[in-house]
C-alpha cells in the first residue's frame, strides 16, 4: 500500500510543480515538457533520481522527467559496456521500449479513431 | 482555404476561452496533484502487475510498464477522453509519460485529412520532437560530462 501512496504523493508533487511554472511564467505546457525532460537528465547526471526512484516507483519513474533519466541512465550502462561510444548508443537503446510504442501506437490510434469535433 | 463551419468556430471559441486564466491557481495546483497522482498511482497498479507476473524486478519492470502507460494515453486519448483529463487537470495530465502519448495521438488525429505522411506521420511529433530532442542533447552532455569530468 505503501508504494500506492508514495507514487501518488510524489507523481502529484511534481506535477503540481509544473503546474505552478505554467501559471507563473509566460511557458506552454510543450515548453515546460522540454524542460522538465531536460531537468530530469541533469537531475539523474547529478545521482538524484535514481534515490527518488528507489523511494516513489512509479511517482517518479511516470513523470516526463523520467525519460532524461532513462537516457542518462542508459548512457551510464553502455559506457560502462562499450566504452565513450556508449554516449551515442545508450541513451535510445534505454528508451527504446516507450519510443517504439509511442510511435506505433500514436500511427494506431491516429487512424483508427476520428476527431469529434 | 476552406471556410470553418460552425462547429470549428465553436471548437476555436472554446479553446479560446479554456487557454484565458479562469481558475485560482491554488485550484489548479490542487488538480494537476490529483490528477498527476492518480495516474503515478495507475502506472504504479501496471508495475506491480507487470513485476508479479513476469518476475520482475522493480528496475526491469520500469520499461514495459511505461510502454503499458504510453499506449493506455494513447488509446484514452484517441477515445476521446484524455483531452477532457487534460482540460481540469492541466499539468497533471500532461506531464506523466501519458501526456506525452496525448502529445503524439492528439495532433496525429487532427491532421489525419492531410495523409499519412505530412498529416499523421509529420504531426506526431509537434510536442513529442522538441521532447525527444532536448532529451537526447542534455542526456549527451551529461552523460559525456559524467564520463570524462565527473565520478
Redesign the interface.
Known sequence: MM??AL??????????L???????TEMN??M???V???L???A??LGLYAPL?EIA???A????P???H???EG??QD?DQYG?LG??S???R??????????L????????????? | MPKATG?ET??YQRMIVASK?KRP?AE??V???????????V??????IIMKAEGLT?TEA??????V???LG??F????VYDRLARF????A????????N???AP???Y?REG?VLG??AR?FT??G???V???V???I??????FV?K
Open positions: 508504494d500506492f507514487a501518488f504523493v510524489v507523481g502529484g508533487l511534481m506535477c503540481m509544473a503546474q505552478l511554472a505554467l501559471d507563473l505546457p510543450a515546460l515538457m522540454v522538465f525532460v531536460s530530469g537528465a541533469v539523474s547526471g526512484v516507483g512509479a511517482g519513474s511516470i513523470p516526463l523520467a525519460f532524461g532513462a537516457l542518462v548512457i551510464g559506457v565513450p554516449i551515442l545508450g541513451g535510445l534505454a528508451t527504446a521500449v516507450g519510443l517504439t510504442v509511442a510511435i501506437s500514436g500511427y494506431l490510434m491516429a487512424i483508427v479513431f476520428t476527431p469529434k469535433g | 462547429r465553436a471548437a486564466p491557481l489548479n495546483l488538480w494537476a496533484f490529483v490528477v498527476g497522482g492518480a495516474i503515478c498511482l502506472g504504479q497498479g501496471v508495475k506491480n522493480p520500469g520499461p514495459p510498464t511505461v510502454g502507460m504510453i499506449f494513447a488509446l486519448t484517441g477515445l476521446g487537470g492541466g499539468m497533471g500532461n506531464l506523466p509519460i501519458t501526456g506525452f502519448a502529445a503524439i495521438v496525429a488525429m487532427e489525419q499519412l499523421v506521420s506526431m510536442v513529442a522538441p521532447v525527444i532536448h532529451a537526447v542534455v542526456a549527451v551529461v552523460g559525456t560530462l559524467s564520463h565527473g
